[in-house]
């Protein structure tokens, strides 16, 4: 497969996530759309349950892990908007995780990663943070604390998976089950909580639908390119998305300081264009 036909589809996968983050902050009731989600997740995936293999059992305890690291995931960002502005909290958490992995990755998971490579990562690491902390007024430490947190789930659950992938003989089968477990912990404590799916008029089901989508889409992806690209490779090309969350957050979501953003989001576009001409 074309490495740049992948980098295509990181960048598209970034654009998903960049809605599904603006749809979840835009609804009012996370929580909701979150279980309308998975709901999604498991309509699309069930019917399919007999035609994918099983993985093999080495795989199961990274598809389990995933799952659970998943639920905890997205309650984190449902509290962390509660907090803080999308244009706070996201970059945090995004940029948190991109410098974790970028650790961890060159430490423990690739050595190949190039002294370029690591220059591209630290400057979408910094865009990432100037963003968050340039168009923030007051700092608020319970979000600041939640966006990290949040940073160390997305950080722990992305090497998961992409381990998982590479060991895996078919990597679509490790997706497909992903997929379809990961968002069930979340639908479940959706339905017994009192604020998810039982308080009526407080989401839209179109907007829990599209999420669901672009959840898919968003994250499938990016597991799928792991495969051909180094795990820090992809995580950091993904988070052009916030160069495109934060334009919703202010066009759609009506937050300030968009001007503040312009600088920040060249510098991750300069680390996004580095990192491309370190795919090999």
Not at 135 to 150: D, G, S, Y
Not at 152 to 175: H, K, P, Q, W
Not at 214 to 234: D, H, N, T
Request: aromatic share 14%.
């Amino acid at each position: 497969m074309s490495l740049n036909f992948v980098f295509l589809l990181i960048l598209f996968a970034a654009f998903c996530h960049a809605g599904w983050s603006t749809i979840v902050k835009k609804s009012g009731n996370g929580l909701a759309i979150m279980a309308i989600t998975s709901i999604i997740e498991i309509i699309i995936f069930l019917p399919l349950v007999f035609t994918v293999p099983l993985p093999s059992t080495n795989i199961w305890f990274f598809i389990f892990a995933t799952t659970i690291l998943h639920g905890f995931y997205r309650y984190s960002v449902i509290t962390s908007y509660k907090y803080g502005d999308l244009s706070f909290v996201y970059p945090i958490a995004r940029g948190g995780s991109v410098l974790i992995i970028g650790l961890i990755s060159l430490l423990i998971i690739e050595s190949n990663i190039s002294v370029l490579g690591v220059i591209g990562i630290l400057l979408i690491c910094f865009g990432l943070f100037m963003i968050s902390f340039l168009t923030t007024r007051k700092f608020n430490r319970v979000a600041f604390i939640i966006a990290i947190t949040t940073a160390s789930l997305i950080a722990t659950y992305t090497i998961l998976d992409g381990m998982a992938v590479r060991r895996s003989e078919n990597g679509f089968t490790f997706i497909y089950w992903m997929l379809l477990l990961n968002g069930i912990p979340m639908l479940v404590y959706a339905l017994l909580s009192k604020n998810g799916l039982r308080k009526k008029n407080s989401y839209n089901l179109i907007d829990g639908i599209v999420a669901g989508i672009l959840a898919i889409l968003g994250y499938g992806l990016v597991v799928w390119s792991m495969q051909f690209i180094e795990i820090a490779y992809v995580s950091s090309i993904r988070e052009v998305s916030i160069v495109l969350a934060t334009l919703l957050s202010f066009y759609l979501l009506k937050e300030k300081d968009a001007k503040k953003r312009v600088i920040p989001s060249i510098i991750i576009f300069i680390g996004v264009t580095i990192l491309y001409f370190q795919i090999k």
